[in-house]
Nanobody, 123 residues
Framework: VQLQASGGGLVQTGDSLRLSCTVSGRTISSNFMGWFRQAPGKERESVAVHTLSAGSTFYADSVKGRFTISRDDAKNTVYLQMNSLKPEDTGVYYC?????????????????WGQGTQVTVSS
């Protein structure tokens, strides 16, 4: 399986970005899919999860109302639309299939994270 995130970049506060994640070697249609990010010096955290197609979405409190996760199972691709970006959104973003245990989302393929994409938001 390969997970390839793209679409990151250097933007200013208030700007928008749309991240894409193409999955190969595994069909995503039967998986919950999530976006995680890792800021410098911090642990990786989940920011958005999309359950099965036409299902529910979950967001970290820090991104609610600003980020939108979507998926196109026909293209085996997951997206993250990020609006009103803030400097604290800076980090490397990864998408992975996820599983929920209690109130926490985990990478189903741990320790494999694939290739992330860097998002840097300047103030």
């Amino acid at each position: 399986v390969q997970l390839q995130a793209s679409g990151g970049g250097l933007v200013q506060t208030g700007d928008s970005l749309r991240l894409s994640c193409t999955v190969s070697g595994r069909t995503i249609s039967s998986n919950f899919m999530g976006w995680f990010r890792q800021a410098p010096g911090k642990e990786r955290e989940s920011v958005a999860v999309h359950t099965l197609s036409a299902g529910s979405t979950f967001y970290a409190d820090s991104v609610k109302g600003r980020f939108t996760i979507s998926r196109d199972d026909a293209k085996n691709t997951v997206y993250l639309q990020m609006n009103s970006l803030k400097p604290e959104d800076t980090g490397v973003y990864y998408c992975v299939p996820v599983v929920r245990r209690g109130t926490t989302w985990y990478n189903l393929l741990n320790p494999y994270w694939g290739q992330g994409t860097q998002v840097t938001v300047s103030s």
